[in-house]
T-cell receptor
Framework: DQQVKQNSPSLSVQEGRISILNCDYT??????FLWYKKYPAEGPTFLIS?????DKNEDGRFTVFLNKSAKHLSLHIVPSQPGDSAVYFC????????????FGTGTRLKVLA | EAGVAQSPRYKIIEKRQSVAFWCNPI?????LYWYQQILGQGPKLLIQ????????DSQLPKDRFSAERLKGVDSTLKIQPAKLEDSAVYLC?????????????FGPGTRLTVL
């Protein structure tokens, strides 16, 4: 039972264009989401988060949008740069009292120079 | 600020052998996590410590996996005996406290190959 889903395993985008990475979730009780970026041979690095009281959170070139009714979030990278080429995971904390992250399967982004 | 340290970075063993991984979290972080990431999947939590106590080990295959966190700082994860399906990257993460919105910081991981 995959509660957080990333249906696109890979995405290629030209440098300077917008990259849009998508994530769907099944549990309407989820109220906080995170995006992590992972380079090869490194651990995931926190990128940006969003609480369900917001529908948008922006940090520089990165913006996360949350559509609660559709149980969908997306990460926009504008403009995309070759250094953004990595695997991106969305995650949500679950639990009560103790929390663990449930991760999606990841989307591999390749930004072409 | 130093990040989460893990060793070794790579390990190759035969099935039925044992292996141990070490993790040193960010200084002052009370919560420590071990994740297993199989190729093509997202990380999956194996065990979670708050200081030196276990708060969640529901996904840990306890017949072969064990973990401890000595003095609430460093942690070791052991597999004995290893199976082919244990081939994965083992990630250690830490967070300041155990809150829903507390960011987890990951180490570089140990890539285990079981032959």
């Amino acid at each position: 039972d995959q509660q957080v889903k990333q249906n696109s395993p890979s995405l290629s985008v030209q440098e300077g264009r917008i990259s849009i990475l998508n994530c769907d979730y099944t549990n309407s009780m989820f109220d906080y989401f995170l995006w992590y970026k992972k380079y090869p041979a490194e651990g995931p690095t926190f990128l940006i988060s969003i609480s369900s009281i917001k529908d948008k959170n922006e940090d520089g070139r990165f913006t996360v949008f949350l559509n609660k009714s559709a149980k969908h979030l997306s990460l926009h990278i504008v403009p995309s740069q070759p250094g953004d080429s990595a695997v991106y995971f969305c995650a949500a904390p679950v639990g009560s009292g103790t929390y663990k992250y449930i991760f999606g399967t990841g989307t591999r982004l390749k930004v072409l120079a | 600020e130093a990040g989460v340290a893990q060793s070794p970075r790579y390990k190759i063993i035969e099935k039925r052998q044992s292996v141990a991984f070490w993790c040193n979290p960010i200084s002052g972080h009370a919560t420590l996590y071990w994740y297993q990431q199989i190729l093509g999947q997202g990380p999956k939590l194996l065990i979670q410590f708050q200081n030196n106590g276990v708060v969640d080990d529901s996904q840990l295959p306890k017949d072969r996996f064990s973990a401890e966190r000595l003095k609430g700082v460093d942690s070791t994860l052991k597999i004995q005996p290893a199976k082919l399906e244990d081939s994965a990257v083992y990630l250690c993460a830490s967070s300041l406290v155990l809150g829903r919105t507390d960011t987890q910081y990951f180490g570089p991981g140990t890539r285990l190959t079981v032959l």
